[in-house]
C-alpha cells in the first residue's frame, strides 16, 4: 500500500495520531489539504500544546470535525508560539519552553 501523502504546518511536522485522523477520514483530510500551510501549523500545535493524553486525544477528534464543519484554524488559540520574531514572548505568556 502506497503510504498516503497528509501536509504539515509550517514548523511543525504532523504528529501520528493526527496523521492517522486524517487518514481515516477523506472529508477531514480534503479540507486539511485546503487550508495554508500556516493554518495547519496553527491546528499541529492546538493539537499538541495540551497536558494529558485524553485532551490531546479530544482535540484530535475536534480537528477533524471542525475541519468538516468549515473551520479553517482552532478558535480562541492566540497562535503558535512556536514561530515568528516574537516567539520568545508569546512562549512566556503561554509559559511554555522552546
Do not use: F
Amino acid at each position: 500500500m502506497d503510504k498516503l501523502r497528509i501536509s504539515a504546518g509550517v514548523v511543525h511536522a504532523l504528529p501520528q495520531d493526527l496523521r492517522r485522523a486524517l487518514a481515516a477520514d477523506p472529508k477531514a483530510r480534503a479540507a486539511w489539504e485546503d487550508i495554508t500551510p500556516l493554518a495547519r501549523n496553527e491546528w499541529i500545535c492546538w493539537t499538541t500544546y495540551v497536558k494529558t493524553e485524553g485532551t490531546r486525544a479530544a482535540h484530535v477528534r475536534r480537528v477533524c470535525a471542525e475541519l468538516k464543519e468549515g473551520i479553517r484554524r482552532p478558535c480562541c488559540w492566540p497562535g503558535c508560539p512556536h514561530r515568528g520574531k516574537n516567539a520568545e514572548a508569546r512562549a512566556r505568556l503561554l509559559r511554555i519552553t522552546l
